[in-house]
């Protein structure tokens, strides 16, 4: 199978599984046996993914791509291999990061519901007119690509855990930064935000936010 049909969502239903790591391998690039180049694709959403990790709070490491050819069996062995010797150090997914159970389940569900979203940011700001290793690097490693995911995607998926947690129960601006590890401040401008658009309110009886 082609690397380019590697979807974002194959990669976070792994992770929603509980894997602590993901390693995706493909065709060298530029010797792609298809003239879609596919191997492109899925640098470009392994890129795009690892920003989607750091905007969660996830480790990016614990996703890695690599290029190899039919041949390169010692080189297979040598990347597994220092993969997991990576993940381990890095520890299980969430408790490496500090995250608990419920909040990554809400940080991963949340970002489950904007997948498709996140596809159309990419195929329509996101796309590297050339096709070099070198270009996509230097694209997805620059602040042009860190404003653009940060704009387009980085409130959305706030917004979607604190949608996530609300439809399990009324909470309190204090108790959605603690689950989600976000200061009050920056729950309570995204919950105003939430709330002039009719999607959250106030529940004065609880002195909690509920869904509207």
Do not use: W
Not at 50 to 77: C, H, V, Y
Not at 185 to 203: F, T
């Amino acid at each position: 199978m082609c690397s380019g049909r590697v979807d974002l969502e194959f990669i976070l239903r792994a992770f929603l599984k509980g894997q602590d790591g993901v390693l995706i391998g493909g065709c060298k690039l530029n010797e792609c046996n298809y003239v879609t180049h596919g191997n492109f694709d899925a640098l470009s959403n392994t890129y795009l993914f690892k920003k989607i990790m750091e905007l969660t709070g996830l480790n990016p490491e614990r996703l890695r791509i690599e290029f190899m050819s039919g041949a390169d069996g010692n080189l297979l062995a040598e990347v597994i291999n220092d993969f997991v010797k990576k993940i381990k150090e890095i520890g299980p997914i969430g408790k490496g990061e500090g995250i608990d159970g419920k909040g990554l389940k809400f940080k991963l569900e949340a970002v489950k519901k904007l997948i498709p979203y996140i596809k159309l940011v990419e195929r329509e700001r996101l796309r590297v007119p050339v096709k070099s290793e070198e270009a996509y690097h230097h694209y997805f490693k620059g602040d042009e690509a860190d404003r653009l995911l940060d704009e387009l995607i980085g409130d959305k998926l706030v917004m979607s855990q604190i949608m996530s947690l609300l439809r399990e129960k009324p909470l309190s601006t204090g108790n959605i930064s603690e689950l989600l590890g976000l200061s009050p401040s920056e729950v309570s401008r995204h919950i105003n935000i939430s709330s002039r658009h009719g999607l959250i309110r106030y529940d004065e009886g609880r002195k909690c936010y509920a869904l509207a």
